[in-house]
């Protein structure tokens, strides 16, 4: 059996350089459509009320399971032979940096529906460059790198954010908003650089041929509605991270009753959490590697269980820094590892014909767990307490953990899917 060391061994491959990269292009446009966008409308003069309606240009991440089947399956005519996914990469990078140079050049105050469309631009561009680089990722590695694959890829998209939030923010400072915003898209080259300097990952024609709406949009449904307990995959998949998010959503809030100042949750929560976070999808990454996925995705959801009791243990100790800190390690460290085994799942997934397809649609019933269903949480924490309420919040996490250990069971009988040996 490897050793850890060995485990941790993998992130050495170049390929795991590349996807960490292509994870810094793909978290760079985000924030420069919704938090930095903010503070540059606010510090232009833009009211609350339309800075308000600026945030729903983020819709395209929700919708981009519309559009992935024809990323999928068409090849892009110029540049077609750079590959089906490194032609739509560099098409929509350079397109990314294109459109954040337009940005850069608008006044808020002077054309607000100006800015207002290209940042919905922007935001779909963005949108499709998840698509292609989430589904780059998942085929170039084999099963046991993904976990690895995601954690670099999260750690990349982690780096990115700080680049287009306090990066942006620094630039604007110095220099102004369009020097930020070119910045901004000056950066997106680090993308184009590393598709242009990694290979194209194999492609996989539809196991059943017909027309091309067959094959594009009802095919990669069609399959995997075809698999054995495919509806028990899809609450697994909904309900995974459910528990986690519900507690994590009233974290802050939960700090600052307990008396800590905003320094305080600012320096721990924010910049110890966020290196906690990175350390945890490594461990993740390298517990897939050597664990195997499903017993990985199992030991890392049981850790992540487990975390949410340490704010009980918070709300024991009070407003005590040692603790606080304590509490944001274990619960970023094991939030991270079951991440990474979450996205190797959910890449494992996939059929290689329509990785795009089938990963967009399980990322968005993903988010569900953490949007639409967490969203409960401030009505639990005001109507039962906080202790009750992150014994709830554990205790949430549960139904997930024994729907595993029956897809667990389920797997044991039948044989693995295969997928194509990369050449």
């Given at each position: 059996m490897r050793s850890w060391l060995a485990s941790l061994r993998v992130y050495g491959d170049r390929r795991m350089l590349a996807i960490l990269l292509m994870g810094f292009s793909s978290g760079l446009p985000l924030a420069l459509?919704?938090?930095?966008?903010?503070?540059?409308?606010?510090?232009?003069?833009?009211?609350?009320?339309?800075?308000?309606?600026?945030a729903e240009v983020g819709l395209a991440y929700n919708l981009k399971f519309l559009w992935a089947p024809a990323m999928d399956r068409i090849r892009l005519p110029l540049i077609g032979r750079l590959g089906r996914r490194r032609s739509w990469a560099v098409t929509t990078q350079l397109a990314l940096a294109l459109a954040l140079l337009v940005m850069a050049?608008?006044?808020?105050?002077?054309?607000?529906?100006?800015?207002?469309?290209?940042?919905?631009?922007?935001?779909?561009?963005?949108?499709?460059?998840?698509?292609?680089?989430?589904?780059?990722?998942?085929?170039?590695?084999?099963?046991?790198?993904?976990?690895?694959?995601a954690a670099a890829t999260q750690v990349g998209y982690r780096f990115g954010m700080i680049a287009s939030g306090a990066g942006a923010l620094y630039l604007a400072a110095y220099f102004g908003w369009f020097w930020s915003y070119a910045g901004m898209a000056a950066l997106m080259l680090v993308g184009v650089v590393t598709v242009l300097m990694t290979r194209e990952p194999r492609l996989v024609a539809p196991p059943?041929?017909?027309?091309?709406?067959?094959?594009?949009?009802?095919?990669?449904?069609?399959?995997?509605?075809?698999?054995?307990?495919?509806?028990?995959?899809?609450?697994?998949?909904?309900?995974?991270?459910?528990?986690?998010?519900?507690?994590?959503?009233?974290?802050?809030?939960?700090?600052?009753?307990?008396g800590f100042t905003l320094v305080?949750?600012?320096?721990?929560?924010?910049?110890?959490?966020?290196?906690?976070?990175?350390?945890?999808?490594?461990?993740?990454?390298?517990?897939?590697?050597?664990?195997?996925?499903?017993?990985?995705?199992?030991?890392?959801?049981?850790?992540?269980?487990?975390?949410?009791?340490?704010?009980?243990?918070?709300l024991w100790a009070g407003p005590d820094p040692t603790v606080l800190a304590l509490t944001i390690a274990t619960e970023n460290v094991t939030g991270g590892m079951a991440s990474a085994a979450f996205v190797a799942y959910l890449s494992r997934l996939c059929h290689p014909a329509f990785t795009a397809t089938q990963y967009a649609l399980l990322s968005a019933l993903a988010a569900t767990g953490r949007t639409v269903l967490a969203a409960a949480g401030g009505f639990l924490a005001d109507h039962l307490g906080w202790q009750p309420f992150f014994l709830v919040a554990?205790?949430?996490?549960?139904?997930?953990?024994?729907?595993?250990?029956?897809?667990?069971?389920?797997?044991?009988?039948?044989?693995?899917?295969?997928?194509?040996?990369?050449?």
């Open positions: 459509t919704a938090s930095t966008l903010a503070i540059w409308l606010k510090t232009a003069g833009v009211s609350l009320t339309a800075i308000g309606l600026f050049g608008r006044d808020p105050i002077a054309d607000p529906w100006s800015v207002a469309l290209i940042a919905a631009v922007v935001a779909f561009l963005s949108a499709s460059q998840d698509i292609v680089i989430d589904a780059y990722r998942v085929e170039l590695l084999d099963e046991r790198e993904q976990g690895a694959g059943v041929r017909g027309s091309w709406f067959a094959e594009t949009v009802v095919a990669p449904f069609a399959e995997f509605a075809g698999r054995r307990a495919w509806l028990v995959i899809l609450v697994f998949v909904v309900l995974y991270k459910f528990g986690d998010a519900l507690a994590g959503i009233m974290s802050s809030p939960f700090y600052v009753t307990l305080d949750i600012a320096n721990v929560a924010k910049i110890f959490g966020t290196a906690a976070s990175i350390a945890g999808v490594f461990l993740g990454g390298a517990a897939v590697y050597r664990l195997g996925l499903m017993p990985a995705l199992l030991i890392c959801g049981a850790f992540q269980a487990l975390s949410n009791l340490m704010y009980i243990v918070q554990t205790a949430a996490c549960v139904p997930a953990l024994l729907l595993l250990v029956y897809l667990m069971r389920l797997a044991e009988t039948q044989q693995p899917r295969a997928v194509p040996t990369q050449p």
